[in-house]
């Protein structure tokens, strides 16, 4: 299927869902300011209701949108490791997204090292992207393993190629402290 970034912008500011290339595996992305995809995507994966969604974002300035606290030491910590294949769990308050937490006042965010992907975030706001599979199975490393599990229940499909990267690295930072909760495509030692 072939479609175009106009095309793909407007599907994902108007409650869309699709599948795209990140810059770790195919995620199941839909705009993290509507209600909607965010439940259409759990609805579509079969996920754990309790389990949060990574955001990917196209700066550290999109972080201001969610009501995020930075310490001095995570902000450190985000500068050495993105943009890159860090996932980083931060504490937020914002009443008005309550929908995306799951974890208790904390959200997951990562600033991708793909520039096709950051020019698309900048157009249509950060995007919830978990891996394109039903929970339990494997992730999509390409385009017919995503269309197997999704075809005829997204809007739109992007053909990236094969993919063979393991998820991101997940560390979740609050106030001081630094936990990693997955190990992933970056060995972090803290």
Do not use: H
């Amino acid at each position: 299927m072939n479609i175009k970034d106009s095309q793909i912008i407007e599907f994902l500011k108007n409650d869309g869902v699709g599948v795209l290339p990140t810059d770790t595996l195919y995620g199941l992305v839909g705009s993290a300011f509507s209600q909607k995809a965010v439940e259409r995507i759990y609805e579509l994966k079969n996920r754990n209701e309790k389990k949060s969604l990574i955001i990917l974002i196209s700066s550290i300035d999109d972080l201001k949108k969610f009501g995020v606290e930075i310490t001095e030491k995570a902000k450190i910590f985000m500068e050495k490791f993105w943009p890159g294949k860090v996932s980083i769990v931060l504490s937020f308050n914002n009443k008005q997204l309550c929908y995306l937490d799951r974890m208790g006042g904390t959200l997951a965010f990562r600033l991708p090292d793909k520039k096709d992907l950051i020019e698309l975030l900048e157009k249509t706001g950060p995007l919830v992207a978990p891996s394109a599979n039903p929970e339990g199975k494997e992730p999509a490393k390409n385009l017919e393993e995503a269309m197997k599990y999704f075809d005829g229940q997204v809007d739109f499909f992007v053909d990236g190629g094969e993919i063979n990267s393991a998820p991101s690295t997940l560390v979740k930072i609050v106030g001081d402290k630094f936990d990693i909760l997955r190990e992933g495509a970056v060995k972090i030692v803290l």
